[in-house]
C-alpha cells in the first residue's frame, strides 16, 4: 500500500537558515504529492502540491520537487522565519483521483531569533 | 468565509464510556472526511462522505465507532464504548467537488479526546 516517510524531528533553527525536510514515497503509479502545515493551535492547511513527475510546488518562500526517480519530495526554504514554527506533514495521494491521502508523521520546526 | 468547525475542542471521558464529536464543513463543501491523529503519526483517515454517503470507512473500527452524515452537511462521529487507545486528537476535513482529486482538503482545529 501507499506510505509516506518523513524525517524525524524536532527540528530547531536560527531565523534566516537554510530548511530542508525530507520525505520520501512508496506508491504504485503516479501519485499526487503534497506539504501540509499546522500553525500553533490551528487546523492543517495546505502548503504546497506537485501532481506529476518533475513538477515543482511553491508558496510563501517554500518549494518541493516531485522527482520520481528517487521517491522524493524534500521540502526547501532558502531563509526561515520566526513564523514558520509549525508541524509539517508530506502526503500523497493515489493516481486514480478522489483517493483519500496518506500522511507522514510529521516534523516539527521550531525557529529561534 | 467560514472554515470548518468542530465540537468540542476537549473531551476527556473514562474507558468503556462514549463519546460524540460533531463536525460543520464549509458551505458547499460535498466531501467530508474524519482522521484520527494518534500522538506522534500522521492522520489516518477512518472515513469519508460523498453527501450523505460513505465512500470509504475500511479503517473505521466499526465494533466500536460510527459515524453519519444526514442531510449531506454537519456529521457526527461517535465512540462508543471508547477504549485506551482511543486517545487522539479527530480531526475532520471537507473539500469542494474538485478537491478530491486535487488533494486540497480543508481541516477543522480538531477534537482533542482522552480516555482514562
Known amino acids: 500500500g501507499n506510505s509516506v516517510t518523513q524525517m524525524e524531528g524536532p527540528v530547531t533553527l536560527s531565523e534566516e537558515a537554510f530548511l530542508t525536510i525530507n520525505c520520501t514515497y512508496t506508491?504504485?503509479?503516479?501519485?499526487?504529492l503534497f506539504w501540509y502545515v499546522q500553525y500553533p493551535g490551528e487546523g492543517l492547511q495546505l502548503l504546497l502540491k506537485?501532481?506529476?513527475?518533475?513538477d515543482k510546488g511553491s508558496n510563501k518562500g517554500f518549494e518541493a520537487t516531485y522527482r520520481k526517480e528517487t521517491t522524493s519530495f524534500h521540502l526547501e526554504k532558502g531563509s526561515v522565519q520566526v513564523s514558520d514554527s509549525a508541524v509539517y506533514f508530506c502526503?500523497?495521494?493515489?493516481?486514480?483521483?478522489?483517493?483519500?491521502?496518506?500522511f507522514g508523521t510529521g516534523t516539527r520546526l521550531t525557529i529561534i531569533p | 468565509e467560514a472554515g470548518v468547525a468542530q465540537s468540542p475542542r476537549y473531551k476527556i471521558i473514562e474507558k468503556r464510556q462514549s463519546v460524540a464529536f460533531w463536525c460543520n464543513p464549509i458551505?458547499?463543501?460535498?466531501?467530508l472526511y474524519w482522521y484520527q491523529q494518534i500522538l506522534g503519526q500522521g492522520p489516518k483517515l477512518l472515513i469519508q462522505?460523498?453527501?450523505?454517503?460513505?465512500?470509504?470507512d475500511s479503517q473505521l473500527p466499526k465494533d466500536r465507532f460510527s459515524a453519519e452524515r444526514l442531510k449531506g452537511v454537519d456529521s457526527t462521529l461517535k465512540i462508543q464504548p471508547a477504549k485506551l487507545e482511543d486517545s487522539a486528537v479527530y480531526l475532520c476535513?471537507?473539500?469542494?467537488?474538485?478537491?478530491?482529486?486535487?488533494?486540497?482538503?480543508?481541516f477543522g482545529e480538531g477534537s482533542r479526546l482522552t480516555v482514562l
Open positions: 476535513a471537507s473539500s469542494s467537488p474538485g478537491g478530491a482529486i486535487t488533494g486540497e482538503l480543508f
Open positions: 506508491a504504485t503509479g503516479y501519485p499526487s
Open positions: 506537485a501532481t506529476k513527475a518533475d
Open positions: 502526503a500523497l495521494s493515489g493516481n486514480f483521483g478522489n483517493e483519500k491521502l496518506t
Open positions: 458551505s458547499g463543501h460535498a466531501t
Open positions: 462522505f460523498q453527501n450523505n454517503g460513505v465512500v470509504d
